[in-house]
């Protein structure tokens, strides 16, 4: 079973965290149900496995398409310099997800129904 290595900030010494039991890498029944809604080439189990938080609040930027690809850019991007990156799989499953929220919205776009979505890819997120 995989462990994971902490760093404590006082003493500089790892320690290793216990390892996560089997039912914490089942997605809850909001990311499961948005895995669920979601088209086939564009699920993320191992993304919801491995990130839970990430994948929570990817399904709840479901029914905002500009936004979920505005922060799954912000994942991708290393802006801070600092960030470790995702694993292969993982980072292969953000990008189709990324792909699949930008093609609702060119769609939306196309039919008349954005919402000023354009826009709002642009600017992302609010708070």
């Known amino acids: ?41 564009a699920r993320a189990p191992k993304l919801a ?8 609040r990817i399904a709840r930027f479901d029914g905002e398409p500009p936004f979920a690809a505005r922060y799954l850019d912000q994942l991708m991007i290393d802006r ?20 699949h929220y930008a093609q609702r919205v060119e769609a939306s776009i196309a039919a008349g129904t954005d919402r000023g979505w354009g826009r709002a890819l642009h600017r992302g997120p609010r708070g």
């Open 1 to 41: 079973m995989a462990t994971i290595e902490l760093r404590t900030p006082e003493a500089g010494q790892a320690t290793v965290a216990a390892p996560a039991a089997p039912d914490a890498c089942r997605p809850s029944s909001e990311v499961q149900a948005w895995l669920d809604r979601l088209p086939e080439a």
């Open 49 to 56: 496995a491995a990130f839970p938080r990430i994948a929570e």
């Open 80 to 99: 801070r310099g600092d960030r470790q990156g995702f694993p292969i799989e993982v980072g292969r499953e953000l990008m189709r997800l990324r792909s």
